[in-house]
């Protein structure tokens, strides 16, 4: 793979990030809820998905569930592994001078440690985890808006709103994304996101990995860096294999 000269880059852009199913290789909250949880934890998700309640209120209903010590959610998450490609992805952007946020409607717990233990000293943006005695959490929402479309428990659109540069590039894989995805100039997708933007029609194209990732969007900053070339415009392209 041929890598861009940073030089040659006049675009700067904000890359938001999701983690689980994304840097992460799974969902982790659902690792944890299947490890610690009481049973009731999957009629919980099943409203979730059939619609009846927000991400939100999901997710509290489920995190009251959970039954570990300190000591084991540490060494749970100690086991959770992340996409060999990432710290790549990462010092890619980082020469090229682009911002990178990780936005996780997950556990800020989990995401700070995984990110610690890469060596990736990254802003994160999640929900937060609150240990409140013996084996019994809570879950708060510093990041919640009412206003949100899906009722999630981290609104990911506002970051998009507060960012520095344009364009924006969103890189995620499921409903959580769905929102923050249409306010992207490019959407590196992978599974429920891929369907989605399809649907409704976003730039975006599909993923396999952060390698791969980090190819596609080297690209498209190369093509988008030429005089009298459009974010909409390069996505287009891209999707369509043109380059």
């Not at 700067?12 to 199913?21: I, R």
């Not at 540069?165 to 769905?178: E, L, Q």
Request: proline residues 3%; glycine residues 6%; charged residues 25%.
């Amino acid at each position: 793979m041929s890598w861009i000269n940073v030089s040659s880059t006049r675009v700067k852009c904000h890359v938001f990030v999701d983690f689980d199913g994304t840097i992460a290789t799974t969902d982790t909250t659902d690792q944890l809820l299947e490890r610690f949880a009481l049973a009731e934890w999957q009629a919980i998700e099943a409203d979730w998905k059939a619609g009846r309640i927000g991400s939100r209120e999901c997710m509290v209903r489920q995190i009251d569930l959970v039954r570990a010590t300190p000591e084991a959610m540490d060494a749970f998450v100690a086991e959770i592994a992340i996409d060999p490609g990432f710290p790549r992805f990462v010092e890619v952007c980082r020469k090229l001078g682009h911002d990178l946020t990780v936005v996780s409607d997950g556990l800020d717990r989990t995401v700070a440690a995984v990110l610690q233990r890469s060596g990736l000293d990254l802003p994160y943006r999640a929900n937060r985890l609150e240990w409140t005695g013996d084996d019994r959490w809570r879950l708060t929402f510093p990041h919640a808006r009412s206003d949100c479309a899906s009722l999630s428990g981290n609104c990911k659109c506002q970051f998009a709103e507060q960012a520095r540069y344009t364009p924006r590039v969103v890189v995620g894989d499921g409903r959580s994304d769905f929102c923050i995805a249409a306010r992207a100039d490019l959407v590196l997708s992978k599974s429920a996101l891929t369907e989605h933007c399809a649907t409704e029609a976003l730039p975006h194209v599909a993923f396999a990995d952060f390698d791969h990732a980090t190819g596609i969007l080297q690209g498209w900053l190369a093509a988008l860096s030429r005089p009298g070339r459009h974010a909409a415009d390069i996505s287009r392209r891209s999707i369509n294999g043109n380059g």
